[in-house]
């Protein structure tokens, strides 16, 4: 039977305040163990895994999330090599963020500590459970993970296998817990939950808006990735094609792939028939406004909701201003505050692009594909916060920190 | 007719988008201006005051309440005097707060930059009308004011000078808004709107329980104070009976206040019976623990609840622990995140209970009552986060800021 999420969520508390001061030795072992175990335990996996394929195809499950849920040899080796280079990464905790001294002798400093216990609500992909658990561990917080019923036997066995290398490292086995009741109760039970000091919710509209309605835990909003990229009239077009084409076809079902194309009036008529031409040889559906069809007849018609909507797909929406001014607005209006690029050579608008743009990223002169994790350097990728509280953009193990004010005196009272 | 919360909100949101890249000038005339307004509108404020305070003596607010509700021209010189002095400090927009380059020559800089719109509801003071006005301002955040209904007249009086002053500076007048309907569905609404980047409850149990059951918007709680002082067994007790005493009597009232006291067995013989007769002879009430008891016996019992209470009154709670452990688990029982302190001599002790007590403030052999904004030389104060998101203890300008990641490419592609 499973154990309730108030008692997953008590054990985690427990385990948490135990992780918040273990070793950087420690938590380096028990991800490089868990590492091994992945790997020697690869069948237990596999089998399980195949169970969870076996019932989503039954129940008619398309290929695109039947891929997605998938593990093979290759992937759970992939999983294992994540953790390892998260055992490699700095150990965020303890380092001193700031420190000063106050006139009356008092020394303060802002000390990086982890979270406490962090709780994720996760789709399909069973990969997500191993990385999301390995990130948690050695930023020194507790997770309690909750991914989706058609994964619920691959995540079983994930997190026994992540539970026992913990263990192995003289942790408690507890700062891993799947939640195994995927009810959807258990969901909104795990966004009201007491001892939950912060929820990453990695899904889609419907659970974001669920978190909406639910949620009196602190959330960080993975939301959406409805980037945009503005093609300023002083911009290198070829660099700018390359860059559009990259953003909008590289891979466009994820969020930092571009979904809009801005360009200023001075640059469509040699900018537009080319890039359209280059897009629609890769199969990308254009839909755009009166002045952008007016360079590719071809254009279907672009309405507010497809400038405001993330496609993940190959559509783009295009549209032309007559001013830097016009772009920003135009951004500011459609942009989820993902990530936002201009393209340009004039030194003056990239300076009020990024100044004046909205968004927990704005590129210049590269793709929107490179608001990642990984790309950023972090080593690692827990999600993208398009929210504004505690983190912005691409987060990893400094993103699962806060900071305690550590104050040390020699018997000051206050008058 | 007062303007509806969304319309209210929707014009911050614009007035916001102006503020966040508005000059420090700019923002420091807005200040000063307000600063010299007040003084020369005394009159106009003290008269909507008068009418406030008839308001509230004919309902028959208690004389604590009427106090704080009550302005004079010494306290609106007070209110003056706060607004110049956030002018003199740096502002916080724009510091580059981290910045690297990855190999492919992309250049990655963290920038603070404004929250956007910040909603703060409060009580029954006027004074945090400009108090709260002045840091969002010069934080480059709109703000949003909900006040209680029994300071309306007095906000309005204070709010429109400040909007006065706003757009004497060129800046838009909507940077300050009060929200002037104070029925209770205001508050709500207010705590579930789009246009709020953040929203800080200054209030007791209730606002912060009707924020848990209906805020949908990011929120940072100024929740209770539940401080705590344990004095170790090798703690200078001369010091320690200073700072027991400075914590507990010299403002009972305020957050910052001890509540509770936690002695180690081997020290409670010599230290118990001297700080209870001095804390007795200030009027204090003592309840305590069986082991406390034993030291002075015109002690009262406490149960959890008591030292789970934050008194906000001359109460304190005490009891005795038989090591550092007990003393660590104690704390972290019963503590509300807010500040604890350990009392000692021994280097060890006071690194574990620094670094195994959560609570945004941690205090080494000082006063619990140096956790503020003001102490910790911020210049003034917002709030003090008892959560862990975002900030923890004192928030001050840097608090209301987030950061935007900017980076700088040459037409980097990502294969």
């Not at 963020?97 to 500590?113: F, S, T």
């Not at 990984?374 to 080593?379: S, T, V």
Request: proline letters at 3%.
């Amino acid at each position: 039977m499973s154990v309730s999420v108030t008692e997953l969520g008590r054990r985690a508390k427990i385990a948490a305040t135990r992780l918040a001061f273990a070793s950087t030795g420690a938590k380096n072992s028990a991800l490089v163990a868990a590492a091994d175990l992945l790997a020697d335990r690869a069948d237990e996996v596999l089998a399980a895994n195949r169970a969870d394929l076996d019932g989503a195809e039954s129940a008619g499950m398309e290929p695109g999330p039947l891929d997605r849920l998938r593990l093979t040899e290759a992937r759970i080796g992939a999983m294992a090599e994540g953790l390892r280079d998260v055992a490699r990464l700095p150990d965020p905790v303890g380092e001193v963020l700031d420190g000063w001294r106050r006139p009356n002798g008092l020394q303060i400093e802002r000390v990086r500590v982890p979270l406490g216990v962090v709780a994720i609500i996760y789709e399909n992909r069973p990969n997500v459970t191993s990385d999301a658990a390995g990130i948690c561990l050695k930023s020194g917080n507790a997770v309690l993970l909750r991914g989706s019923a058609t994964a619920l036997q691959s995540n079983v066995a994930i997190v026994d296998i992540l539970r026992d290398a913990t263990a192995k490292a003289g942790l408690p086995a507890d700062c891993v817990a799947l939640v195994d009741d995927v009810r959807h109760e258990t969901a909104i039970e795990l966004m009201q939950l007491d001892t939950v000091d912060c929820l990453i919710p990695r899904g889609g509209h419907a659970l974001i808006q669920s978190i909406r309605d639910h949620a009196t835990v602190p959330v960080i909003i993975d939301g959406d990735g409805n980037c945009q990229i503005y093609v300023d009239a002083s911009a290198d077009l070829d660099r700018a094609l390359d860059i559009v084409v990259n953003a909008k076809t590289s891979r466009p079902g994820v969020c930092n792939a571009a979904e809009s194309l801005i360009v200023h009036e001075s640059a469509a008529a040699a900018f537009l028939p080319r890039v359209c031409e280059a897009l629609a040889e890769l199969q990308v559906e254009l839909v755009g406004d009166a002045a952008a069809r007016r360079w590719w007849p071809a254009m279907g018609e672009a309405t507010d909701d497809d400038f405001a909507q993330e496609f993940l797909a190959l559509k783009l929406a295009v549209a032309v201003v007559g001013s830097l001014d016009a772009a920003i607005d135009h951004v500011n209006r459609f942009g989820s505050g993902h990530t936002e690029a201009i393209l340009t050579r004039d030194l003056a608008a990239a300076r009020r692009f990024t100044t004046e743009v909205d968004a927990g990223t704005v590129m210049v002169n590269a793709s929107t594909r490179f608001a990642d994790g990984g790309e950023f350097g972090f080593g690692a990728e827990i999600g993208i916060s398009t929210q504004k509280l505690h983190a912005r953009g691409p987060m990893a193990l400094r993103e699962l920190t806060t900071y305690k004010n550590v104050v040390w005196g020699d018997g000051q009272v206050r008058n």
